[in-house]
Structures are given as structure tokens and as C-alpha cells.
């Protein structure tokens, strides 16, 4: 199955910022939302944040709310993830989806690490 291609991540100190990008597998490509996701070790994947593609319409979780910002370039599709902010509890693998014609598709995933 063709997969999103995710971008950005690495390692930074408390209170630092990173931005993450996810591009579409090609261009036709009909996105209808896109959300990121991150797992710790140990621990489930857990749901960060989302946009609506066509609406703009965002929505976070409580632990990153006022600190992340999730936004997209539609004609580039490409969907964006500005961590600010970052505690240690930041860390962890993030995760681009996106919902295509009713379709789930995963980034490869990508590294976050925030030391104190």
C-alpha cells in the first residue's frame, strides 16, 4: 500500500521546537483528513492532533494543546506539525495519517527526542 512520506523530527532540548511535514505518496492523491500520531516505548500509539483538508478545522489532544499546531498546504499537499514547547514527555516515534477516499495510508514514522 503506498505510505506518507514523513520529514523533520531529531533531538532537541526542553522547550525547544521541531516541525514535522508529511507529503502525499503523489499528487492526485485525494486527501480528506490528516491527523499525527505518536508512540513512547512501552506505550500505545496516541492520537496528537488533526486537520479537516478541506475545512482548515483543527482539533488537538489536551497533552499538546497551546503548544503544537497542526496546518496544511493544500496545493503542495502537505500537511505540517509545529511542536513548541517540547517537555521530555514529548518523546517518542510521530506518525502521519491521512484518510483518502475512505482509505487509511501511515507515514513511515519519525523520531522526537526531548531531553531535560
Known amino acids: 500500500q503506498e505510505r506518507l512520506v514523513q520529514s523533520g523530527g531529531g533531538s532537541v532540548q526542553a522547550g525547544g521546537s521541531l516541525r514535522l511535514s508529511c507529503a502525499a505518496p503523489r499528487r492526485t492523491f485525494s486527501t480528506s483528513a490528516m491527523g499525527w500520531f505518536r508512540q513512547a516505548p512501552g506505550k500505545e500509539r496516541e492520537f496528537v492532533a488533526a486537520?479537516?483538508?478541506?475545512?482548515?478545522?483543527?482539533v488537538y489532544a489536551d497533552s499538546v494543546k497551546g503548544r503544537f499546531t497542526v496546518s496544511r498546504d493544500s496545493a503542495e499537499n502537505l500537511g505540517y506539525l509545529q511542536m513548541n514547547s517540547l517537555k521530555p514527555e514529548d518523546t517518542a516515534v510521530y506518525y502521519c495519517?491521512?484518510?483518502?477516499?475512505?482509505?487509511?495510508?501511515w507515514g513511515q514514522g519519525t523520531q522526537v527526542t526531548v531531553s531535560s
Open positions: 495519517h491521512a484518510i483518502s477516499r475512505g482509505w487509511n495510508y
Open positions: 486537520i479537516g483538508w478541506s475545512t482548515g478545522n483543527t
